[in-house]
């Protein structure tokens, strides 16, 4: 991966004056440099780097996040906090690195939608919009995608992915670039997503001969050793996919009912290729009958027999297995129901007892592990690959409550790839657009009791016509209107499911200021970054030299100024009542020396000196680009 800084003298080109000979200086170069990259460049991306005006404030100030206590939202009795950050996401992510850096307790995971670079006003760099003929239009983007995802690969857990949408305007690149940024080897996928049919889709015009229809989604991770994805699956009304069948001529697989497993008898005991023991039993007295029967029988419909019967209806197959060779070795090849226990050393029932049925030498598989009842009504379940045409993208307009022109993305898409992750993750979303994300984790929460927490960034109004704040009209208001209910484009109240969320600013400290002034100033603005940090963000007391926080059986204190014995006495006398909490204690230290502090970590208390480490942070993330 190579950045050519060929013009870099005329970054700043209001200030150069040209004279022939610094004309003919530059062209030189240029040729040089041309001459150095067609004879030593074979593959790879060659763009030239763009210096953004983020990246100079962040050479100049270091980044804090300001809580706007107005925007608070606490509804239900979840524990959870999610955080919505407004402000440049060059500026966020340089925050989020220190508070989620290196941090392997929970699951950390990234979905983002950054902007396609159309040409056609959704791409901004350095507060103006990047258009179709800006001859620089592909470096601009790629030099503004490689800082984020460079960080943003500092911020995955190592068992976390990322998941990235796309078009075909940057598809290419995009892929070359995450090779460099994730590494080729920690390449997982890339999802063909059909979001419109032909007949309708835009994009033909009489420059192209086929209509757009389909945008893709590339995922990375980590370490590849350590992640490990769920599988995701398409959903079909189970009756729908019969009819179908049987217009086609087909009959379903599913078609058996094991009425009685009869008496079970054993067999024999052999071994497994890891010299683990089967058992096998045989079944006497059996009863196996197919749907027809019991329709005919019970005079029930084909779909209130599939409805009585689900845990019972199965059907068989030959596929091969070293344990179903086994087993036929060890039956003499017996034709009746028989079943097996074993232990497996792999797969979803590792180490787990698990009981397996042959019929005929061939395995029994269950409809129940193919499909799902709700409501009265079995859905079949079918395992998903690299093409997601199943979902619709009609309607989304007014998803959320909230209407947003830019790429919204369906809340049903959004989901999907937040059940491939952990349900106890963090999930980051660092081009946060109409907040799509929150909503989807939310509901997620409500729906299977899970523990996932969101963090959403947005810009501000640093629009070029700076006529609206997107991070607090679109993505806030839509994550307030999931929480406490909103009334809906068909005049419908949605009642509210509840949350937590906290909505901060990026502000900043100049760095111009002595050492020492400066670790103060920073030491007395870091709270907010340390209540993210640590989960921690319920006032329990507050002080002039020091703040307690307690959340999810953590209590935090925080120092603002130097400490001495009296204020140690005074903090062991505040958590006299907090015994049963973990405590960790960030205090003002200029020089970070810990040793006058050990009699704190004597009775539990975790003790961390600020704002060093944060320094440190913000200084390595501006090596990374």
């Known amino acids: 991966m190579e950045k050519v800084y060929a013009f870099e003298n005329l970054k700043d080109i209001d200030d150069i004056e040209f004279t022939k000979e610094k004309l003919i200086s530059i062209i030189e170069k240029l040729k040089l440099e041309n001459n150095y990259l067609r004879k030593t460049k074979k593959y790879g991306l060659v763009w030239e780097e763009q210096v953004e005006e983020a990246e100079k404030v962040l050479k100049n100030n270091y980044p804090v996040l300001t809580e706007v206590k107005e925007k608070e939202i606490k509804s239900g009795n979840s524990n959870i906090t999610n955080v919505i950050i407004e402000g440049d996401n060059l500026y966020a992510l340089n925050t989020l690195l220190f508070t989620h850096g290196i941090n392997d307790e929970r699951q950390i995971n990234i979905i983002i939608d950054p902007p396609y670079n159309t040409g056609n006003k959704d791409f901004i760099y350095n507060d103006n919009y990047v258009n179709g003929e800006d001859t620089y239009r592909h470096s601009k983007w790629i030099s503004f995608m490689n800082k984020r995802l460079r ?18 305007n940057e598809q290419s690149q995009l892929k070359m670039l995450c090779d460099d940024v994730f590494g080729e080897e920690n390449f997982i996928n890339c999802i063909s997503v059909k979001t419109k049919n032909a007949s309708g889709a835009s994009g033909g015009g009489e420059d192209k001969k086929l209509k757009k229809n389909i945008e893709y989604l590339l995922i990375y991770c980590k370490n590849r050793e350590r992640c490990n994805l769920k599988a995701v699956y398409k959903e079909y009304p189970l009756m729908s996919l019969i009819n179908e069948r049987r217009e086609e001529g087909k009959q379903y697989d599913y078609r058996q009912v094991l009425i009685n497993e009869g008496t079970k008898k054993y067999m024999c005991t052999i071994k497994d290729g890891n010299s683990g023991n089967i058992k096998i039993f045989k079944h006497e007295g059996y009863i196996m009958k197919n749907i027809s029967e019991i329709m005919e029988e019970e005079n029930l419909s084909e779909g209130e027999v599939y409805l009585k019967y689900f845990y019972k209806i199965c059907s068989s197959t030959n596929s091969q297995s070293s344990i179903r060779k086994r087993v036929i070795e060890g039956t003499n090849d017996y034709r009746e129901l028989i079943s097996v226990e074993y232990v497996p050393k792999t797969g979803k ?53 909230i209407t947003f022109s830019s790429g919204k993305k369906p809340l049903k898409f959004i989901k999907r790839i937040v059940s491939m992750c952990d349900d106890k993750g963090i999930f980051i979303d660092f081009f946060a657009g109409s907040g799509t994300l929150g909503q989807a984790i939310l509901e997620m929460n409500k729906e299977d009791n899970g523990e996932r927490q969101f963090i959403l960034s947005n810009i501000g109004s640093e629009t070029p016509e700076n006529i609206l704040n997107i991070c607090e009209n679109i993505t806030y208001r839509r994550i307030r209107n999931i929480i406490t209910g909103y009334i809906n484009s068909h005049d419908t109240y949605i009642k509210g499911i509840g949350g937590n969320v906290k909505y901060y600013k990026v502000e900043f400290i100049p760095k111009n200021q002595s050492r020492d002034a400066l670790k103060i100033k920073l030491a ?27 959340s999810n059986n953590l209590a935090m204190i925080i120092c603002h100024s130097f400490m001495d014995s009296s204020m140690i006495a005074s903090i062991k006398k505040d958590l006299k009542c907090l015994n049963s909490y973990k405590k960790i204690l960030y205090f003002l230290s200029l020089d970070c020396e810990m040793s006058e502090f050990e009699e704190l970590n004597d009775i539990g208390i975790k003790v961390k000196p600020i704002p060093q480490k944060i320094m440190e942070v913000y200084e390595e993330a501006l090596k990374s680009w």
């Open 151 to 168: 960080l943003a690969r500092e911020l995955l857990s190592s068992d976390g992915a990322i998941f990235i949408s796309i078009d075909d």
């Open 349 to 401: 029932n590792k180490n787990k007892l698990t009981t397996n049925y042959y019929i005929n030498s061939r395995i029994v598989i269950w409809l129940s592990d193919a499909a799902y009842m709700k409501n009265k009504k079995i859905y079949k379940k079918e395992k998903l690959g690299t093409l997601w045409d199943d979902i619709s993208w009609n309607g989304i307009a007014s998803e959320g409550g």
């Open 524 to 550: 007395d603005r870091c709270t907010e970054l340390l209540c993210i940090k640590e989960n921690c963000f319920n006032l329990y007391k507050s002080g002039s030299q020091y703040n307690i926080f307690i």
